[in-house]
């Protein structure tokens, strides 16, 4: 059953942890966790939401850990690699731009730039698929939380995206 | 509806999440606002273009050593139950085990047929029917010889080169089997004409570039075989399950470019 989801969590914990070897230790740490506490998984419930879960306290135990990254407001502004200020989004025909201009990579790198908060709702909606109340049960949070998280997410994404295709040198600053 | 609640709901709008009645409205908003209607375009957009980025599959390193450190668990869970936990969690440590497991101890009859074959015919100094490295001359006897339409692959930019062929009688069927050597090591590609739904395909789901695989190992023959609605494939070897997925990858796409000649 657990193992069923094993490629969905090595693919989530690849992205929180941009890291091969430490994306499988945290795999590994939260099925052996999910493993000894199976008694406490209430059957007929979401066994994925609730192994993501598990995975979800094992990232970020090791994260305060090790001190690297936390879970920043959902008032913080990104500040690694786009600044918002210079990157409007892109409308109309430069929309279809957009999506022709985006090469392989650009949307992990993209991710990358984001804080956990959003990124994580984002990586757990749009990449998985799970939905909004999987994802608020993921996070312990209420699923209006999660939508606004995801809103947010998505913006920052897509200003990071138009970033990199003006970088690219494929869109041009609209000016 | 008007624009401004449309945007208000948008994101829930094309994630689905809206009820049934919000999402009528919004449906009869966008068909008379050419805007609006763009707007959820684009979010659809981009909803395709992250749930299309590439997913890469855990490694079967990974999976070998969980269900290594699953079992040593599984027996401190049941040796030293009164020491650590009330006897419940040695049943359900148990049960998670089975589940866990059940997918490695038992092929499906078809896999392990599969692997007997492999094993067979590696013993055998040569075991084509037919020894070519030519790829049409192959295809072109499996049509004679037994109606098969069959793909021979190229996978000799891996390394891996084609010696031939012959035909296999397996779940009480003609099959296409192909013989390929990487080194001194025998790679075997297995094509049966069985519809899906016929067979069931045991094992560890894996998916590999977007595909759906179903990996198997045994006294250290692994498998991956998958079906594609019409036939069934199987690959054997002990090669790893990189070069494994890989040549599975190729086979299914030298498979689709043909279908559409």
Redesign the interface.
């Known amino acids: 059953?657990?193992?069923?989801h094993?490629?969905a969590?090595?693919?989530v914990a690849?992205r929180l942890t941009r890291n091969r070897a430490e994306a499988?230790d945290v795999?590994?740490e939260a099925?052996?966790r999910a493993?000894?506490n199976?008694?406490r998984f209430n059957p007929g419930t979401n066994c994925r939401a609730w192994l993501f879960t598990i995975m979800r306290n094992v990232f970020l135990n090791r994260v305060r850990r090790e001190g690297r990254e936390v879970l920043e407001g959902e008032g913080t502004l990104i500040t690694a690699g786009v600044d918002s200020a210079t990157a409007p989004e892109p409308a109309g025909n430069a929309?279809e731009e957009f999506?022709q201009t985006?090469v392989h990579g650009d949307?992990?790198r993209a991710l990358q730039t984001l804080p956990l908060v959003f990124r994580e709702a984002?990586i757990l909606?749009?990449?998985e698929?799970l939905?909004?109340r999987e994802v608020a049960d993921v996070l312990g949070c209420p699923v209006g939380t999660i939508?606004s998280r995801?809103?947010r997410g998505?913006h920052l994404l897509?200003q990071a995206l138009s970033q990199f295709a003006r970088e690219h040198g494929y869109l041009k600053d609209a000016e | 509806m008007n624009c401004q609640e449309f945007e208000a709901c948008l994101?829930?709008y094309v994630?689905g999440?809206l009820a049934v009645g919000e999402t009528s409205a919004a449906d009869v908003h966008a068909a008379e606002c050419g805007r609006c209607a763009d707007l959820a375009r684009?979010e659809r957009?981009?909803?395709q273009?992250?749930?299309r980025?590439p997913?890469?599959?855990?490694?079967a390193e990974?999976?070998a050593?969980?269900?290594s450190?699953?079992h040593r668990?599984r027996r401190r869970a049941i040796l030293r139950p009164w020491l650590v936990a009330p006897a419940?969690?040695a049943a359900?440590?148990a049960?998670?085990?089975a589940?866990?497991i059940s997918?490695w101890r038992s092929p499906s009859p078809l896999i392990g047929e599969l692997i007997d074959k492999h094993i067979a015919y590696a013993q055998i100094e040569r075991p084509a029917e037919l020894a070519s490295a030519d790829p049409t001359e192959i295809e072109m006897w499996f049509r004679q010889r037994a109606g098969l339409r069959v793909t021979v692959p190229d996978y000799s930019p891996s390394g891996i080169r084609l010696v031939g062929a012959r035909l296999a009688e397996t779940h009480e069927q003609k099959a296409a089997y192909l013989f390929y050597e990487k080194g001194r090591t025998l790679l075997s590609v297995f094509m049966l004409p069985i519809p899906t739904g016929d067979v069931a395909l045991a094992g560890?789901?894996?998916?590999y570039r977007g595909h759906a695989y179903v990996t198997y190992e045994q006294k250290g023959y692994r498998t991956v075989s998958w079906s594609d609605g019409r036939a069934v494939f199987g690959l054997v070897s002990m090669l790893d399950y990189e070069a494994l997925l890989e040549c599975a990858d190729r086979l299914r796409a030298e498979r689709a470019t043909q279908t559409r000649l």
Do not use: K
């Not at chain 1, 059953?1 to 069923?4: E, H, K, T, Y």
């Not at chain 2, 560890?204 to 998916?207: E, K």
């Open positions: 059953m657990a193992l069923v094993l490629d969590l090595y693919h690849l499988e795999v590994q099925l052996l493993f000894r199976f008694r929309e999506f985006i949307v992990d984002v909606a749009d990449l698929g939905s909004y939508m995801l809103s998505r897509r | 994101h829930p994630d999440e684009r957009r981009f909803r273009l992250l749930r980025q997913r890469e599959a855990a490694s990974l999976r050593r969980l269900v450190r699953i668990e419940i969690a359900s440590a049960i998670v085990v589940v866990l997918a560890a789901r894996v998916s």
